[in-house]
């Protein structure tokens, strides 16, 4: 007779927001293999209704504290895209510092927080702090200099201030470059510690080949902020057909709401990005890639962490190529912008559609609103990463189940639990989730 | 001695309150070694099922599952922190109840609506006894150590009562009426160091608003500068609608 399992990991712990994950195998045969999300929801969309564009992305940052600055971004392109305002040169480049702050945070408190502690066979980085003091400092440390950083260029990191649709209300003065160049030189030693550390880890063994979608474009950068949507299957879209890159469809059998563009399921995040733009990788970057041995197509979805990891040089060095760049150019502070510029009537408001597309840590995010001619949200949607991976992630567990049928129950769990970290998932904004069973 | 029994629970928020706390730095070590961190779920796959002496809440209560929830780690907590915005005041989430119920969760969810159990969003104290508010969205730090030195120590700790317009003042930034912009500081509780205004945006009210606001004077404000009540309010409820909950 084949065996019995069944998993039934509820509260998943160390990823963002509440996931359960079921998997029933009977007499051999897998069943059942679920990821099921039970957030609350929160109902940001329906919220936006009626809100000034100007005060959205207030609102839409409090999707996630992870990626505050991300979905804000996202929100305020979209926003200027509707009423078809461009930003200026400076306006981006600063956004590209943001965004690089805390895909840089992310991806860190991510390594080392939440899937270290698994590699090292602990539960949590609680115990780290007495076996892996240095360790556990370095973290923190780095964390904070990421968070100082925001501080400098935005108010905060968690809810950013000064950056606003129209720009900032808020530009560095050169004590302020001084000072968030100062940070980001200083990260580099813990920087190379963190990459010698993680590329000493070991992660499970499982090739699924899938679909890897990111941002693409023809400029010579890594794009996060600005672009296409590309893929690996050879997609080209503008981010205007978001919808026809997601297809959003329900699955019969579990009220689900995933997403596919050219097969079964298509990943965002790190290791997407990294599979569809690593050539314009830099330097740092890719030498990292070459020490770990990591050449694109990666198709082992554990690496995800390993693609951050790369990432985080990324975003390390092209930040202080930024600050750099403004050392040497200035700073056009005429450029700062006043808040409420509705209320001036500074900014010319027409009806219209826009869409945001930006690469934050987890993936592509995408914000559309309709807005009316007074500049009022009358239909918002967003899209969120976790909500493209979860039938990707269904599908790596598919394959990874019957691979590893004859080890015990915990490991089985564990080794599910661990690929779910991997991606990283932020179910805590679920702004748009269906994939929930409330129903037993 | 043993060190208290520490735990955090996160509700309907973005879980920014609780990440405030990683980003301490390495000053969260000097913490740990006075606490006795027991749940946290968000970094830890620990669990406690025991009783606690400090329980820190994030987020607001929306579903009547979350009222059972609450409702058992408060029987199980000698003293109950509400944490951030969400927890003290509803924060974001209590502009869910400017709408119906049921369009806004057809709005969002379409034909799967009913499987969204969701009741109007509650701040914690409006479903169980709160021992101590941290407001803010997010917790501005430096608050949230004072705050918890006094839990921990057993004495009260009162939240500021005067508004966001007296640290605006001591910070030396030009108020912005004065530019012809609405700010919601007048009537927002301080504690925050008017960090919006610092940064170059307005007040939004996350702190809730102040128990006595001299609506009066601050009505005359308004007409001065030729702008509406409705506007201001307009802002205030982006944190601030649970408030009108009995
Ligand atoms: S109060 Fe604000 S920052 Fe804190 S959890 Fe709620 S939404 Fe997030
Ligand atoms: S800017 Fe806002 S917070 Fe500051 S003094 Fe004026 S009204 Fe008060
Ligand atoms: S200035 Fe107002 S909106 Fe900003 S943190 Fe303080 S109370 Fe909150």
Known sequence: ??????????????????????????????????????????????????????????????????????????????????????PSDQTIRLRKLLLHMENLDSHLLHIYLLVAPDLLGVKSFVPLIDSHNKVVRRALRMKKTCNDVCDILAGRHIHPISSIVGGWTKLPDEKALDAMLAYLNGMIPDMNATIELAAGLKFPELQRDTEYVALVSDDGEYPLLMGDVGSTDGVRMNKKDYKKITNEFVVPHSSAKHTKLSRESYAVGALARFNVNYSKLRKEAKDIAAAVGMKPKVTNPYLNTVAQLIECAESLYDAIDIVKHFKEKGVDHSEAVVVGLNEQKRILVKAGSGVGAVEVPRGLLFHHYEVDDKGIIVNANCIIPTGQNCNNIEHDMKKLVPEILDKSEAEITLALEMLVRAYDPCISCSAHFLDVKFVR | MTKPKVAFFDFACCEGCQLQVANLGEALLDILEVIDVVEFREVMSEKWPQSFDIAIIEGSITTSHAVERIKEIRARSKVLIAYGSCATIGGVNGMKNNYE??????????????????????????????????????????????????????????????????????????????????????????????????????????????????ENGFKAVLEKYDITVDMIMNKMNMYNKCREIK
């Open chain 1, 1 to 86: 007779m084949g065996k019995n399992i069944k998993v039934n990991v509820e509260y998943l712990t160390r990823v963002e927001g509440h996931g359960n994950i079921v998997v029933n195998v009977n007499d051999g045969v897998l069943e059942e293999c679920k990821l099921e999300i039970v957030e609350s929801p929160r109902f940001f969309e329906g919220m936006l209704r009626g809100r000034s564009i100007f005060e959205a992305q207030h609102v839409t940052s409090r999707i996630c504290g992870i990626c505050a600055c991300g979905h804000s971004l996202a929100s305020i392109q979209a926003a200027e895209d509707a009423i078809g305002f461009k």
């Open chain 2, 101 to 214: 119920l049921k369009d806004i969760r057809e709005y969002v969810y379409k034909d799967k609506a009913e499987f969204f159990d969701t009741i109007p969003t509650r701040a914690v104290h409006q479903v169980v006894n709160v021992d101590y508010s941290v407001n803010g969205c997010p917790i501005y730090p430096p608050e949230f150590i004072r705050i918890l030195k006094a839990a921990l120590a057993g004495l009260p700790y009162h939240v500021p009562d005067n508004s966001v317009c007296v640290e605006c003042k001591l910070n030396e930034n030009i108020c912005l009426f004065e530019r012809g912009i609405s700010c919601a500081g007048p009537i927002t509780r301080s504690g925050c160091n008017s960090w919006c205004v610092n940064n170059g945006n307005i007040c939004y009210g996350c702190r809730g608003m102040v128990s006595n606001p001299n």
